[in-house]
């Protein structure tokens, strides 16, 4: 069965610096590629989508990379600030196209 | 656009009550998901409906449970009778387009607590 991991269920970072989250998957490569942000009590919100041909997207301080051999994502935030403080969720196409898997997310904190 | 709608916000019931969720999408997108987040398992699909028809219900836990979406801005949810593990936050979403390749716009959520 398809299956998705973010090795790091929190992170601490200073502000100013670049944070780096990973999101490993394995048996199928998907097509697509999103990541979320969830703020404590509210949904999921949309960040960044990419492309199985696509290396690498960029908007304002994210980058996403899609690594298909490796089965690797990667998301910065360069220049991170505090408010960037939330949750960071992986999402995978299904093979059939009908679902997002997600996985559970690494909580990111950026202290100043 | 006031985004996906959700109520309630928090139900709490005694375990063997029905309980229905409902959404509301943004107008116009064809796409609608029901999703359950809880700490152990995370973000899980129950359901999908593609202009109003659903399409993948296989993350469905049991027969306990069941969609529907009548009209285009309308979706239900509903547990019948509900257990304490359904206890969790329910969030719908939505999407302009057919499938899930591309992005979802989430409501705020009905945080279930069943005793």
């Known amino acids: 069965s398809q299956k998705i991991e973010q090795n790091s269920e929190a992170l601490n970072i200073q502000e100013g610096k670049t944070a780096t989250l990973t999101c490993n998957y394995t048996?199928?490569?998907?097509?697509?590629l999103q990541w979320y942000r969830q703020d404590p009590g509210r949904g999921p919100v949309f960040l960044l989508l990419?492309?199985?041909?696509?290396k690498e997207k960029r908007k304002e301080r994210l980058k996403v990379t899609f690594d298909t051999t490796l089965k690797q994502s990667l998301f910065h935030i360069t220049a991170s600030q505090p408010a960037d403080s939330a949750t960071y969720l992986c999402?995978?196409?299904?093979?059939?196209?009908?679902?997002?898997?997600f996985g559970k997310g690494t909580t990111l904190s950026v202290s100043s | 656009d006031a985004g996906v709608i959700q109520s309630p916000r928090h139900e709490v019931t005694e375990m063997g009550q029905e309980v229905t969720l409902r959404c509301k999408p943004i107008?116009?997108?064809?796409?609608l998901f029901w999703y359950r987040q809880t700490m152990m398992r995370g973000l899980e699909l129950l359901i999908y409906?593609?202009?109003?028809?659903?399409?993948?219900d296989s993350g469905m836990p049991e027969d306990r449970f069941s969609a529907k979406m009548p009209n285009a801005s309308f979706s239900t949810l509903k547990i019948q009778p509900s257990e304490p593990r359904d206890s969790a936050v329910y969030f719908c979403?939505?999407?302009?387009?057919?499938?899930?390749?591309?992005?979802?716009?989430f409501g705020p959520g009905t945080r279930l607590t069943v005793l």
């Open positions: 979403a939505s999407s302009r387009t057919s499938g899930a390749a591309y992005e979802q716009f």
């Open positions: 048996n199928y490569s998907p097509a697509y």
């Open positions: 990419i492309r199985e041909n696509e």
């Open positions: 999402a995978l196409l299904n093979q059939a196209g009908t679902a997002l898997i």
């Open positions: 107008s116009g997108h064809n796409s």
């Open positions: 409906f593609n202009n109003n028809v659903p399409i993948d």
